[in-house]
């Protein structure tokens, strides 16, 4: 996947903190700290956003659409 370069600005505190985690070895580099930083950030917003979405919807509403045109088949599965 191409990448693209940007310039951001930390405090320094917080460069200092990423700039540990590469001395120890964690990362190879301050970009890949970062990047990783954003890429599992992304992830959790976007985990997130479905969590709050399912809590939305209506569970019997999701049932009834799960068991739609199941007919007879629907007396031989277990109840829920």
Not at 3 to 19: N, R, S, W
């Amino acid at each position: 996947m191409a990448k693209a370069k940007l310039a951001i600005t930390f405090d320094e505190q917080t460069l200092a903190e990423v700039d540990h985690l590469v001395k120890l070895h964690m990362f190879p580099n301050r970009s890949r700290a970062i990047e990783q930083a954003v890429v599992e950030k992304l992830a959790r917003l976007n985990h997130s956003r479905l969590a709050r979405e399912c809590a939305l919807l209506d569970p019997a509403q999701e049932k009834a659409m799960a068991e739609e045109g199941m007919g007879e088949e629907l007396d031989q599965w277990p109840a829920y």
